[in-house]
């Protein structure tokens, strides 16, 4: 088992060669997991799903001009939170890229990791030969008018919606996490897979400490606990 320490500077200098496992196991969480997103078709019925089941209500956090989605936030521990995303009304006409008009639940719909310096991983992962689109800056404001900007990286092939997309905030944003509601935290997440041999390979091209565990479909799992219950999130 690597210490925090040796972990971070296998992270910081990795040559994506896969020489070594980088998992934990199902009730720890990825050291660089920033936040998970559960999709749903209403931006108020996801936030009431994750009150009723937790006690806990998110708090809105703001749009994002043309990619049609508002959110509410909900902190899940440092520097982890919480992103319940949903279609924006007063954006009808831009396309619903993450399919959430769909959804009949909340669901999760994917994951995301910081990497430290992003433009510095992105040319990693380009001499390893891995396809990514980015990294792309984006912003949103939140109610008080603060506007909050980060630059992502994502993947050409993400396994499914298994492997997360990247994130770098701005030196300027507050992280999420710091005034989201609290009252939860991340107790467990893990992805499962039919192949997780193959799936292990691309992880440990990432440097990702994330779980994997056998599953009759490509599903993510996630475990919010509070003060008195458990809520478990899949995709």
């Known amino acids: 088992m690597l210490s925090r320490r040796s972990f971070l ?3 910081t200098a990795f040559t ?7 998992a934990k196991p199902a009730n720890e969480v990825p050291a660089l997991l920033d936040h998970i997103l559960l999709g749903c078709s209403d931006l108020d019925q996801g936030i009431d799903f994750v009150h009723q089941h937790t006690g806990v209500k998110a708090a809105f956090g703001g749009v994002h001009p043309g990619r049609g ?7 899940l521990g440092e520097r982890r939170y919480l992103e319940i995303i949903a279609p924006d009304p007063q954006q009808p006409d831009v ?3 993450f399919g959430l008009l769909r959804l009949t639940e909340p669901r999760l719909i994917t994951w995301a990791a910081h990497p430290g310096e992003i433009q510095a991983f992105a040319n990693r992962l380009a001499k390893a030969g891995i396809v990514a689109e980015g990294p792309t800056p984006g912003s949103r404001k939140r109610p008080d008018g603060r506007l909050l900007q980060w630059k992502t990286l994502n993947l050409k092939d993400d396994a499914h919606g298994l492997l997360p997309f990247f994130i770098e905030w701005s030196p300027s944003s507050p992280h999420p996490s710091l005034d989201a509601p609290k009252g939860c935290h991340l107790s467990s997440f893990e992805i499962l897979t039919p192949d997780p041999d193959t799936l292990a390979k691309a992880v440990q091209q990432l440097a990702l400490d994330v779980a994997i565990s056998k599953g009759p479909a490509p599903q993510l799992r996630a475990t919010l606990a509070s003060a008195s219950r458990n809520l478990l999130l899949t995709s």
């Open 69 to 75: 989605t508002c959110n509410a936030l909900l902190a």
């Open 95 to 97: 396309p619903d890229s």
């Open 16 to 22: 994506l060669s896969p020489r070594f496992i980088l």
């Open 9 to 11: 500077a296998a992270t």
